[in-house]
């Protein structure tokens, strides 16, 4: 009978061990200022021998206390992007057997973490667990860190707005803070520049009909060096 117990037991720790069908690999600390927003990807691999239905949530651990609501950390997952306010499980997709959601590979259904500081320091801790939509059981999680340090000049660092709307279909908004000559780049997913827009012309409404859809960066460039980034939705 003991013997009976034991094989139970090592077949139900064996189940419990191999249940996790889905692998998930990326970096998952960042350091930032109070300005700049963090943005990050995560690979996420089905090693189940069948496809699995995958679902996003995300859960903070903590963070500062004077973080406005509408700031902190948000991501993208199966095709949509969810604010830092939502808690709702994301919508779904279906990942084949062996397969991998990847930003590399230019995967819309890819994940993509962001952390907006809101110049306010401090650290966040975030859960994001991966689960099967049929069996929620069959999950990973992952802790990110965001860790902000304080910065010296705020104001000097505040260029740009967040992309609106966002996601967006032909026309691209946003408010430019500064004066001084820059342009912003559009960069797709492979490091392609899609489209330049000259910052000194006040140009805050730009026609992006022509993008392909899919998830964009936009890099504001001054004097040759990258001075802030924001990221842009494409559908």
């Known amino acids: 009978m003991k013997v009976l117990i034991n094989i139970l037991s090592l077949l139900f720790c064996m189940q419990f061990v191999f249940a996790q069908s889905l692998v998930i690999t990326g970096d998952m600390y960042f350091t930032g200022d109070p300005i700049n927003e963090i943005s990050h990807h995560l690979d996420v691999k089905n090693t189940a ?11 903070i651990l903590s963070s500062p206390v004077n973080l406005p609501t509408w700031a902190g950390a948000s991501y993208c997952f199966a095709g949509n992007c ?19 959601f990847s930003y590399a590979n230019n995967d819309l259904e890819a994940f993509s973490g962001y952390y907006n500081p809101a110049e306010t320091p401090g650290i966040t801790t975030v859960i994001y667990c991966f689960y099967d939509q049929i069996n929620p059981n069959d999950q990973t999680c992952v802790t990110v860190t965001y860790d902000i340090t304080s ?29 001084e000559p820059s342009v912003l780049n559009l960069i797709d997913v492979l490091g392609n520049t ?15 009909s022509h993008l392909s859809k899919g998830m964009y960066f936009g890099n504001v460039v001054k004097n040759n060096n990258i001075i802030s980034t924001k990221k842009l939705i494409v559908k």
């Open 49 to 59: 021998n069948k496809g699995i239905t995958v679902v996003c949530q995300k859960t």
């Open 82 to 100: 969810y604010s830092s306010s939502s808690t709702s499980p994301s919508s779904a997709a279906l990942l084949g057997s062996g397969q991998t």
């Open 151 to 179: 910065a010296t000049n705020i104001e000097d660092q505040k260029f740009i707005s967040d992309f609106y709307p966002n996601p967006a279909t032909n026309i691209l908004q946003f408010e430019y803070y500064s004066s």
């Open 194 to 208: 899609v489209k330049t827009i000259d910052l000194s012309t006040n140009n805050n409404k730009v026609d992006i």
